[in-house]
């Protein structure tokens, strides 16, 4: 499987539709199609998806938001890389980020806050070295000074970067406490974000800044930008930057730290909540004057009291949907207009996420801590719930759910439920059918979830594997999900995520833990390489499939066999099954030891299996390497069946939310492709002191 399969012909007379009209995301007015492209990527592009449009009025809405054109993108463009070191190593491997650095001694990033990253042109990396470096920006959470930054941006980011990599590309002291996620601008020359000053007190604003590269500013050196007004900003040299304080319906100044701003490329608005259930309107924000918008019932209130979390602007309905600590989701129309809300759909910890919306299918994911039943399904208390509505929910909707683990007794307050990941079949799909991958229990230990969706309507959820051990039931960060079409061999998927502590794999020592696990599906009718891995779902058993012959498979799935050893011919591909598969390391290679048959082991870089029963020898065997090879030990003849399906780094208390960059052409250089993550525990971050730390991290198996 060399390619993203063929989209559908409504799909694609909709895309050369849109090309021959030159339809493309560069600024605000219409360009030529191009390869080489700036790609923003923040916490929002985990918030608007899209499915392949089924019709050319579709296709031409959708191909009006650049966050269409920006999916796209990361999700076809190219990715051959030269073959690197993983950072994000197997499970018995000794693991370490690619670089590390602190964010300052106190800094508190959030756990549901991301990174922010920026490449200049989508088919190039560009090293420190370049007129225009990509970079990726981290909010830490603490109040900026004269020794601590409040936002900080690195580049340098690669490791085929010559000299010190990462470097500090710019770091600034904003005045304020940055208690949420920056977003960028679509040529990547500004970013914003929103903060709370001291002065007034508890006065949040969003702020709006021009950056510039320095040579000496540090974490625990910033500079500070010239601060201009709002109408002045538009001339003024960087570095500057202005604040649009936020205000109710009386004029009265109010906070917002839970809620990030959502940037609307298209209009140039941007969108945030925050405290007594105010949702702002912020308009020219990167392109003008910015302001907020106090005409049309602006700004509104949604509720009274709770406060608001992410707000996600839906471009195809043209509308804000945003849910609040009460557990409630608010559509608000983006023209103005009565705010509709939907039933309680959370009686946890609230809707801290933001919703996930798809505009092709008119489609609201919601993710619940607590669905406030008492459930057989849940030990007889609420279970933590996925929700889907639609984008014209009605009043008091409270849509469809399936539920996704144990949450805790009614009047407890069980962890947060952060958002899931959507595979590449349902991205490929027009109606919306694929899987969901979301990380539930929320009141015990974190289990990770697969939802199947046929045609936007949820499906049974099935219980992949337990992520955690031991006490405290820690708490999962969101899950993101990348396919990589061009991994040596052929395509690969994968999801990663993190737990705060007593994290299974063995690389994470019961610890914080980030992860990654295989989630690439079959296909009909595709070519599989040799060495190629799938998961397979059959009722309730989950297991990896290798590759040890190459051919396309059948048209219809086959039926497999759940042990370990055993060997399914498909279509012309021959399929060497792994068996079972946890997140608990397999056991290792024992002398003198008697395997029955079907025995599996892994050997320190791939699964061993065992066809036929038989004793190993004294000695460890020289394994063979290759995928579908033998290896004889004493009685004992294994087969080479792929590396183990999920990778770990250890990380203090798990991370935030997980940012994949991923969009260069072939003959980059090494490390242009990578994961990026802050953690939320203390830790050493390479050289530069203890503290949370900025990450990046390899992509396991991507080469």
Request: one cysteine or more.
């Amino acid at each position: 499987m060399n390619r993203i399969p063929a989209p559908s012909l409504g799909y694609s007379a909709g895309l050369l539709w849109l090309t021959t009209l030159g339809w493309i995301l560069t600024g605000h007015a219409a360009k030529p199609l191009r390869s080489h492209i700036p790609l923003p990527t923040d916490w929002s592009h985990n918030h608007v998806i899209y499915t392949q449009p089924a019709t050319e009025e579709q296709a031409r809405i959708m191909g009006q938001d650049p966050r269409y054109w920006q999916e796209v993108y990361r999700r076809g463009q190219s990715k051959v890389l030269r073959p690197e070191v993983s950072a994000i190593m197997a499970e018995t491997s000794a693991p370490g980020p690619d670089w590390s650095q602190n964010l300052g001694g106190t800094a508190a990033p959030g756990r549901g806050n991301y990174p922010a990253k920026f490449s200049f042109s989508s088919a190039t990396a560009n090293c420190g070295s370049a007129a225009t470096p990509d970079y990726v920006v981290h909010t830490t959470g603490v109040i900026g000074s004269g020794t601590q930054a409040s936002v900080v941006a690195f580049d340098n980011l690669y490791s085929g970067c010559g000299g010190t990599v990462p470097s500090v590309y710019w770091a600034y002291n904003t005045s304020g406490v940055i208690l949420t996620s920056a977003v960028l601008s679509l040529d990547g020359s500004q970013v914003a974000f929103v903060q709370t000053s001291g002065s007034p007190a508890g006065q949040a604003g969003l702020v709006v800044l021009k950056w510039k590269a320095s040579a000496t500013q540090t974490v625990a050196s910033p500079g500070v930008p010239t601060i201009v007004s709002n109408a002045l900003y538009r001339t003024c040299v960087a570095p500057c930057m202005t604040e649009v304080f936020l205000h109710d319906g009386n004029n009265l100044a109010v906070d917002d730290r839970t809620s990030s701003a959502f940037y609307d490329y298209k209009n140039d608005i941007a969108w945030t909540g925050g405290a007594n259930g105010w949702l702002h309107k912020l308009t020219g924000v990167f392109l003008g004057a910015p302001a907020e918008v106090t005409t049309g019932g602006f700004p509104v209130q949604v509720n009274n009291g709770n406060v608001l979390y992410n707000p996600v602007f839906d471009l195809v309905s043209n509308n804000v949907f945003v849910g609040d600590a009460g557990g409630f989701l608010h559509r608000v129309s983006a023209a103005g207009g009565p705010v509709t809300n939907s039933a309680q759909l959370d009686f946890g910890a609230g809707l801290v996420a933001g919703p996930v919306v798809n505009g092709t299918t008119g489609s609201i994911y919601v993710f619940a801590s607590s669905d406030g039943t008492t459930s057989a399904n849940c030990a007889n208390v609420a279970c933590a719930a996925v929700y889907k509505l639609p984008t014209t929910f009605a009043s008091g909707s409270s849509g469809s759910k399936v539920q996704v683990g144990t949450s805790v007794a009614l009047g407890n307050t069980p962890k947060p439920m952060f958002i899931g990941g959507f595979d590449a079949n349902y991205f490929n799909s027009v109606s919306g059918t694929g899987n969901l991958y979301v990380c539930g229990a929320t009141g015990t230990n974190p289990i990770l979830y697969r939802i199947p969706i046929a045609s936007a309507t949820l499906g049974t959820p099935l219980a992949i594997g337990t992520l955690t051990t031991g006490g405290g039931n820690p708490a999962c960060s969101p899950v993101t999900d990348f396919l990589n079409p061009f991994a040596t061999g052929g395509s690969a998927e994968h999801l990663y995520f993190s737990a705060q502590n007593h994290g299974l794999p063995t690389a994470c020592a019961n610890a914080g833990c980030a992860m990654n696990f295989l989630d690439t599906p079959w296909q009909a009718s595709t070519q599989f390489n040799v060495g190629q891995q799938i998961l397979v779902v059959q009722g309730t058993a989950v297991f990896i499939e290798t590759a040890i012959v190459a051919g396309k498979t059948g048209a219809t799935i086959p039926v497999w066999p759940t042990n370990p050893a055993l060997q399914t011919v498909d279509g012309t591909v021959t399929w060497l099954s792994q068996g079972p598969t946890t997140f608990t390391a397999l056991s290792g290679w024992t002398r003198n030891h008697g395997y029955g048959r079907l025995a599996a082991i892994f050997d320190g870089t791939n699964v061993q299996v065992l066809p036929t029963a038989g004793s190993s020898g004294g000695t460890t065997p020289v394994w063979n390497t290759t995928v579908g090879g033998s290896t004889v030990d004493n009685t004992a003849t294994w087969l080479n069946a792929g590396p183990l399906p999920n990778a770990a780094l250890r990380t203090a208390a798990g991370t935030g939310g997980i940012i994949i960059d991923n969009t260069v052409n072939s003959g980059t250089l090494a490390g242009a492709s990578q994961v990026y993550f802050f953690t939320l525990g203390n830790q050493a971050c390479g050289t530069s002191g203890s503290g949370k730390c900025a990450i990046q991290a390899s992509q396991s198996n991507l080469q």
